[in-house]
Every structure is written in C-alpha cells, then in structure tokens.
C-alpha cells in the first residue's frame, strides 16, 4: 500500500487521533504530577522528551513496516 493510499482510508484518521491524543495526555500528566509530587520539578520535562523520543521512534518504526521509508532519512544536499 502506498503513504498517500494509506492517509486517505478512514481509520487513518482514527489512528492518528489516537497517537496525538494519547501523547498530549501523557506530557501533560508527566508534567502536573512532576510539578506536585516530585522534589525535582525539572524531571518531568525529562520524561516528557523521553515520551516524545519514543513515540517519534514509534511512528518512524510504523511508516518503516507498512511503507518501506528509511527510519533514519538520509537529508537532501542542494
């Protein structure tokens, strides 16, 4: 299946919810509960980036398996 076939079926669209979602919630409770409950407010930016890192490995791992794309893109010299 082809990226642009794949962007266009509804449950892309499902799925893409999901993922931003899912990520929004998690940096936001990382970042409330870091702030109330640890000494160290800082550590909840530190684990909001981890959670970033993770699931831009996740997306980059999921276009890999279905499309075929480099997870590490080569960048285009001009």
């Known amino acids: ?3 642009e076939t ?6 892309f669209r499902v799925i ?5 979602v899912s990520l929004i919630l998690i940096s936001i409770a990382l970042l409330i509960i870091s702030l109330y409950e ?6 909840g930016f ?7 890192f993770i699931y831009w490995l ?4 999921f276009y ?6 480099r997870i590490f893109p080569k960048k285009n010299k001009k």
Do not use: E, V
């Not at 640890?38 to 550590?43: E, S, V, W």
């Not at 996740?58 to 791992?61: Q, V």
């Open 1 to 3: 299946m082809k990226k």
């Open 6 to 11: 794949f962007q266009k079926k509804w449950y």
């Open 16 to 20: 893409q919810i999901f993922y931003w």
């Open 38 to 43: 640890d000494d160290i407010p800082m550590a």
């Open 46 to 52: 530190f684990w909001l980036i981890i959670i970033l």
């Open 58 to 61: 996740i997306k980059r791992i």
């Open 64 to 69: 890999y398996l279905m499309f075929g794309t």
